[in-house]
């Protein structure tokens, strides 16, 4: 995934990099939002088995942060 200057700069900032990155990990874009904001952005036309798949990925990122 191509990270942007203003999205790099949001992680150092906030302390987010490790989140951002698990997720990116797990396959899943998201987006630093704020110091404790992630915000998706989806297709307005996605398959409830994407997003259930998505949800999956971001848990395991979660889980991935939490263990450090």
């Known amino acids: 995934h191509r990270v942007d200057r203003r999205q ?3 992680c150092k900032e906030t302390g987010s990099r490790d989140f951002f990155l698990a997720c990116a990990d797990q396959g899943l ?3 630093v939002a704020g110091p404790d904001v992630i ?3 989806p297709s307005l036309v996605i398959p409830e088995a994407d997003i ?3 949800f999956k990925r971001f848990e395991k990122a979660v889980a991935q942060v939490k263990q450090g």
Do not use: K, V
């Open 29 to 31: 874009f998201a987006l």
């Open 39 to 41: 915000r998706f952005a």
């Open 52 to 54: 259930i798949e998505g």
């Open 8 to 10: 790099r700069q949001m």
